[in-house]
């Protein structure tokens, strides 16, 4: 069973407060409803909400780095203005990316975002939170004394080599990735989306030698 809309009440709407102090909840149903014993969520507001947290919400940035000076522009603030940006989005299983389209990007707005598979957005993830003494993709082998670089492709760990140096480790990771995203942007049927992969490929191995 899928999330219905059920008008919201004068004391639902009175109770609102702004999400995180930012956020507001326009919307004239209510986002969070019961059907049959079982609660479920707009899916317009879960993902508003997420975008939300992982901007304004301090303990979610202390933890991911990557997002301590992001912010969403003000027509997103707004809950109505983002699910009317969501409607005419192919979003079903797929997350919303901010960093794609435009490199570095710390802005969540209708002209830098856009949604793409899991598979995508996991192979883009920097991993800070996990990533260790090491640049990503690169561990010491304490047995053979080596570097070994290794790249998660579709959640399964793949051997790119082992190397006498933590840079020649993380340059080979690098090239083996930047290859696998342009792989993946090749077999894309959206435009858009094929470009700004290619452009993530050959921006990530403009630094290797």
Request: hydrophobic share 35%; glycine share 6%; aromatic share 12%.
């Amino acid at each position: 069973m899928r999330f219905v809309e059920k008008k919201a009440t004068t004391h639902s709407l009175k109770m609102r407060k702004p999400l995180h102090g930012v956020g507001t909840n326009d919307a004239d149903y209510m986002v969070k409803v019961k059907i049959e014993g079982k609660g479920y969520t707009c899916p317009y507001y879960r993902t508003w909400q997420n975008m939300i947290t992982r901007c304004y919400y301090k303990p979610y940035a202390e933890e991911r780095p990557t997002y301590e000076e992001a912010k969403v522009c003000n027509d997103w603030l707004l809950f109505s203005n983002f699910k009317g940006w969501m409607e005419y989005q192919d979003w079903e299983n797929k997350a919303l990316d901010k960093d794609i389209l435009v490199l570095n990007n710390k802005i969540y707005s209708a002209k830098t975002c856009l949604f793409v598979s899991q598979k995508i957005n996991s192979l883009l993830n920097k991993h800070e939170k996990s990533r260790g003494d090491y640049p990503q993709g690169v561990y010491y082998n304490k047995d053979i004394k080596k570097f070994h670089a290794q790249c998660s492709v579709d959640g399964k760990k793949k051997h790119v080599g082992f190397f006498d140096t933590v840079s020649r480790a993380e340059d080979e990771y690098i090239k083996f990735k930047a290859n696998v995203i342009k792989q993946i942007a090749l077999l894309q049927t959206d435009k858009i989306l094929k470009l700004a992969l290619l452009n993530q490929a050959k921006c990530l191995v403009g630094g290797v030698s």
